[in-house]
Nanobody
Framework: QVQLVESGGGSVQAGGSLRLSCTVS????????MGWFRQAPGKERERVAA???????TYADSVKGRFTISQDNAKNTLYLQMNSLKPEDTAMYYC???????????????WGQGTQVTVSS
């Protein structure tokens, strides 16, 4: 069973930055997708960014140019660097993982517990 543990959420003013981390355990396959989703109150869950085993990435249009997803395989850690944060980025952010890289985590099998990000204006 894959375990995902997020950290790094918090409160920040608009224009600020945060970096989310996700530590992955028991993830041993060579082909995978990992990513981040978010969900704000009253809104649908949204895929923010994803990265697959060959390094290809994808981003939601709303975060392109502001967010960067990366991974440190030696540390089994996934990151989401969030810059130029806006109040509309406020949401619970979830780390996800899946064994089907071709789907770019559209429907991930594994989810973390989430970390809250709050951006004030």
């Amino acid at each position: 069973q894959v375990q995902l543990v997020e950290s790094g959420g918090g409160s920040v003013q608009a224009g600020g930055s945060l970096r989310l981390s996700c530590t992955v355990s028991r993830y041993t396959r060579s082909r995978y997708c990992m990513g981040w989703f978010r969900q704000a109150p009253g809104k649908e869950r949204e895929r923010v960014a994803a990265i697959v085993n060959d390094g290809h990435t994808t981003y939601a249009d709303s975060v392109k140019g502001r967010f960067t997803i990366s991974q440190d395989n030696a540390k089994n850690t996934l990151y989401l660097q969030m810059n130029s944060l806006k109040p509309e980025d406020t949401a619970m952010y979830y780390c996800v993982a899946d064994w089907r890289p071709s789907l770019f985590c559209l429907s991930p099998e594994y989810w973390g517990q989430g970390t809250q990000v709050t951006v004030s204006s």
